[in-house]
């Protein structure tokens, strides 16, 4: 993605996005939205910055496939959400130091806490303080009882939102020169600062679902859930195939 693809592309989009929110009425027309979801669907990541995150999920799923993972992912209905949110913790700031090693920028470790939220809103958010600061946080709604009852959704929510958080490490090592031209993600760095810096987020749906960003995150996290439930069944049948010891 080359600076007038990055220019062009942004500015189209920022176009369109503000043609439809000052519409009549604020109606959205179809044939627009179409038009910018395509528009954001064009956008794609280098072949490295999938490789990389090709290695940070098979890192972080053989980091998850052990017995404590199989113990936790047992125990996670009956066990106090305050343990919960310490286990997400630990997750979280595990992947952290896999995105870190693996794409050479610094990732923050994101803090894991509890919103209260009208049911109806989503489950997790990503709660933005400034462009990958170390004061942002992943909030899970109190209300989603799944997230406290399902290990697999809680962990495919809290990856997901984590994975933001490498875009936005990218975005501000771009912004203020931590990565040069020769460094492998630095066209990758450039389209997530740009997207901040020209405040190019389309906030309503379908288009914010197929945003790079959101593409990414929602993947990473489906990809992890996939990964250790499949390592899970197999320990779950291991453990079932087992001889039973006589007494």
């Known amino acids: 993605m080359g600076a007038e693809f990055l220019s062009r592309h942004f500015r189209d989009v920022i176009r369109l996005r503000n043609h439809i929110l000052d519409s009549a009425q604020g109606e959205l027309c179809d044939n627009e939205i179409a038009e910018l979801t395509e528009m954001l669907a064009s956008a794609k990541n280098s072949e490295t910055f999938r490789a990389c995150i090709r290695d940070i999920s098979d890192n972080l799923t053989n980091a998850l496939s052990s017995e404590d993972t199989n113990n936790l992912e047992y125990a996670w209905p009956f066990i106090s959400r305050e343990i919960k949110l310490a286990e997400l913790q630990r997750i979280v700031d595990m992947q952290a130091d896999i995105q870190s090693r693996v794409c050479g920028v610094h990732v923050p470790k994101t803090k894991v806490e509890l919103k209260n939220k009208k049911s ?5 958010a990503f709660d933005y303080k400034a462009m990958g600061s170390h004061n942002d946080r992943i909030l899970l709604n109190s209300n989603k009882e799944f997230l406290f009852t399902d290990f697999l959704s809680a962990l495919e929510a809290v990856t997901h939102e984590q994975h933001h958080q490498l875009h936005n490490a990218l975005a501000r ?17 450039r389209y997530f600062k740009h997207m901040w810096d020209r405040k190019a987020l389309v906030g309503f749906k379908p288009c914010y679902d197929v945003h790079l960003d959101e593409r990414n995150s929602e993947r990473f996290g489906r990809l992890i859930r996939k990964n250790v439930g499949r390592y899970l069944d197999k320990a779950e049948g291991y453990l079932s195939s087992e001889p039973k010891c006589a007494i």
């Open 120 to 124: 109806g809103v989503a489950a997790t």
């Open 173 to 189: 090592a771009a912004k203020h020169g931590k990565m040069q031209a020769h460094h492998p993600l630095y066209d990758d760095a």
